[in-house]
């Protein structure tokens, strides 16, 4: 029933995407505003590592106790995993009312599937009490249907870099306004470490807008303590935590941004929007967050029954060269094994960005058309690809299971595999792994 709903209203716009905020300020205007009725909010916007902050954000908010209600996308398996209520995630019969509601309230009018379910979300949210609420943008920030928050708590920006060049700019300056869009005047806004091009742009939106900048490197710092753990400085809190539960050395740094960000919600205002937080439940947190899809290994279903004993399987949805050179940098520390890679990816991405840095990191990789994608890069421009960037053996698979049949009949040592290049390359392996 959800899927039916859903299917109709995506229908009513002809694009499926177009930023504006226009049409959503018109649906929310109908439903009564729910986005003025929000618990504080704390809006995250970047390139990469967005979800894996959300992901150490709620883990650290629900280890200490509170209600959090969370936004997110794509969903990887079903539609639900975007709207969380509470810690958990919607149930179909409250997603469905949602959907039925604003199909009704909407009355036909043009509106995207982003639009329908940031409502569906805001609906949600302002009727189920809660501590906090995380948003995630969807693309961009300052047009995306998030950014009806008049007065969030608290802004983030992770890395930002090349990546949905169509809808935000050629240049890295573009992509950069574009994303700092979300900063409100005189909100506080954590912000990663960034190239020279984009922190100018953001320190001087920051100016125009009189927001405190939080910066990586200048007012908080982690690093990787010499027993393996992490070691926080911020403005006014030392901590010593466990490593993140997250895979590869980036994680580190999406858990500082997290760090950042509840430090200020706990201590940087007057009054705190959150009560303080005890350092085990910041290590609890750092122990138990999930992100699916970001360096997961795989440990059971079809896929994992192909393999011989010794050999392991991983799953990344990475898909621009940001994300492939944070993975090639964690590779790095997979010397045990050889590295092997089934590669899918979306023809309108910089699949030679992500080759430049990944290709010769694969001793072995097959390539495959996602399934069900109409957009799909074909398996064997994406195998020209990885050739053209000296992977010495890439060559075109008929399906994953196909890819992975022949990677294992290379053998005999053990290897690591690596299903990586798009999340919904990943969502498709996940369906019949969770």
């Known amino acids: 029933m959800v899927d039916a709903v859903l299917q109709r209203l995506s229908q009513l716009h002809p694009k499926v995407i177009d930023l504006s905020l226009d049409r959503v300020l018109t649906l929310l205007d109908k439903l009564g505003h729910p986005q003025n009725r929000l618990p504080p909010v704390v809006h995250v916007a970047g390139t990469n590592g967005k979800g894996s902050t959300v992901a150490f954000l709620r883990a650290f908010a629900e280890a200490a106790g509170l209600r959090t209600h969370v936004y997110t996308s794509p969903h990887l398996v079903r539609f639900a995993e975007r709207i969380r209520v509470g810690g958990q995630i919607i149930n179909d019969d409250a997603l469905l009312a949602l959907l039925e509601e604003i199909e009704a309230v909407n009355a036909g009018d043009p509106i995207t599937f982003f639009e329908i379910t940031t409502a569906a979300a805001f609906l949600a949210f302002s009727r189920n009490p809660a501590d906090l609420v995380i948003l995630e943008t969807?693309?961009?920030?300052?047009?995306?249907?998030?950014?009806?928050v008049e007065r969030p708590a608290l802004t983030m920006l992770t890395p930002i870099a090349m990546d949905h060049e169509s809808f935000l700019g050629g240049r890295i300056e573009a992509i950069a306004a574009e994303k700092a869009g979300i900063m409100k005047r005189g909100i506080a806004c954590v912000v990663a470490d960034q190239s020279r091009k984009v922190t100018k742009v953001l320190e001087a939106r920051s100016l125009e807008m009189g927001?405190?900048?939080?910066?990586?490197?200048?007012?908080?710092?982690?690093?990787?303590?010499?027993?393996?753990?992490?070691?926080?400085?911020?403005?006014?809190?030392e901590l010593t935590l466990p490593a993140p539960s997250l895979a590869g050395a980036f994680q580190m740094r999406n858990a500082g941004m997290a760090l950042a960000a509840m430090e200020r919600l706990t201590r940087g205002e007057k009054p705190p929007v959150l009560p303080e937080i005890a350092p085990a439940a910041f290590a609890l947190g750092m122990k138990s967050a999930q992100?699916?899809?970001?360096?997961?290994?795989?440990?059971?279903?079809?896929?994992?029954?192909?393999?011989?004993?010794?050999?392991?399987?991983?799953?990344?949805?990475?898909?621009?060269p940001h994300a492939a050179e944070a993975?090639?940098?964690?590779?790095?520390?997979?010397?045990?094994?050889?590295?092997?890679?089934?590669?899918?990816?979306?023809?309108?991405?910089?699949?030679?960005?992500?080759?430049?840095?990944?290709?010769?990191?694969?001793?072995?990789?097959?390539?495959?058309?996602?399934?069900g994608e109409s957009?799909?890069?074909?398996?064997?421009?994406?195998?020209?690809?990885?050739?053209?960037?000296?992977?010495?053996?890439?060559?075109?698979?008929?399906?994953v299971e196909d890819a992975l049949r022949q990677l294992v009949a290379l053998g005999p040592q053990p290897a690591r595999v690596l299903i990586c290049g798009s999340l919904y390359l990943a969502g498709f392996v996940l369906a019949d792994h969770h």
């Open 138 to 148: 969807g693309l961009g920030g300052r047009l995306d249907a998030t950014n009806v």
């Open 211 to 237: 927001v405190p900048l939080i910066k990586e490197g200048k007012d908080f710092f982690v690093r990787a303590t010499t027993d393996g753990g992490v070691l926080y400085k911020g403005v006014g809190l």
């Open 291 to 320: 992100w699916p899809a970001r360096l997961q290994r795989l440990t059971q279903g079809p896929l994992v029954d192909l393999l011989p004993d010794g050999w392991e399987l991983y799953l990344d949805g990475g898909h621009n």
């Open 327 to 371: 993975i090639a940098r964690h590779a790095r520390s997979w010397r045990d094994k050889p590295l092997m890679g089934i590669f899918g990816i979306l023809a309108n991405k910089d699949v030679d960005g992500y080759m430049e840095h990944m290709a010769t990191r694969f001793h072995t990789l097959r390539t495959v058309a996602i399934p």
């Open 375 to 399: 957009a799909t890069l074909s398996a064997e421009d994406a195998a020209a690809s990885a050739a053209q960037h000296f992977c010495m053996d890439a060559k075109p698979a008929h399906s």
